[in-house]
Each structure stands twice: as C-alpha cells, then as structure tokens.
C-alpha cells in the first residue's frame, strides 16, 4: 500500500465510498444523499488530500490542514475515510499515521479530531493506539440512525516530544 497526493481524477473513485459512509449516517455528519459535485468540496477542497492505494485500486482517503484558521492554525485537523471493501487491512491505520507524520513535519504542535462518533469503537480504538485521548464528549451531538442521539468525542494528540 502507497499513499500518495490525491488529483482530481481521482475524486469520481473516492465520491462512491463517501457516499456510501455518509450516506449511512454512523460516522460523518454531513447530509445524505450529496450529489458527485456537492460533496466535492467537503473532501477534495481541504489543504492536503491523499489517497492510499494499492497499485492502481484507491483504498481509502484522509485530508489533513489546520483544525481552526489564523490563532487556532497551529493545530491539526484530519479526516478519514476507508473504501467499505477494504476494512480490515490497515488503511485507517497507514492514513492516521501518515497524517500525524505529515501534521508533525508541517509544523503543527498537535491534532485535534473534533467530531469522532462514540459509538464508532474502531475508530476510538485505532486514534487511542495511535496516541490520541478522550478530552471530551459532547452529549447527544450526533443522530445516529441505529442508536439515536450518541456524543462526539473530541480527540487529542500533541505532536512534540
């Protein structure tokens, strides 16, 4: 598995397996049912996009940039999402780590994910492996379609050291 600079034309690959996870409404906020050109921006308009691959297959996809502008810009932000067809084979893991070493060389002092769903207990687990902890929940911030109202965790990690 590579990871390299997403380009636009790979934006027509990445927007079927957005849909699909936004769509089902567990882990992303975003609204359903965004068209190809709606949805674009969200992803592909971020500071730093990549994908990770397999020869020419795109896995998966993280962006990576400033969690807040100007005073805030010394923080990372990232997001995250793996294609369904290839969980379980290390993607979200290469593209956390890529983007903590990308976040690190760019200068940032740490990370922050501002929106991790609670009850998305294989993401809470891969970012706590990775360094990352709790500093919070925000109650009731997210409707997931299986377990109504669930918090969104805030999560951590500082890049000195």
Known sequence: MDIRQAEENDWPVIYPF????????????YPAGLTLDEARPLW???????????GETILGSATTGPNRPGRGSHVA??????????????VGRALGVYVIERARSAGYRSIQFNAVVETNESAVRLWQSLGFRIIGTVPEAFDHPDHG???????YRSLSG
């Open 77 to 90: 932000t990232g997001s995250f999402m793996v294609d369904p067809r290839f969980h379980g084979r290390g």
């Open 149 to 155: 109202l669930v918090g969104l965790h805030v999560m």
């Open 44 to 54: 592909m308009d971020q500071e730093h996009v990549v994908v990770a691959v397999d």
């Open 18 to 29: 957005f849909r699909e996870i936004v769509d089902a409404g567990r882990t992303y906020a």
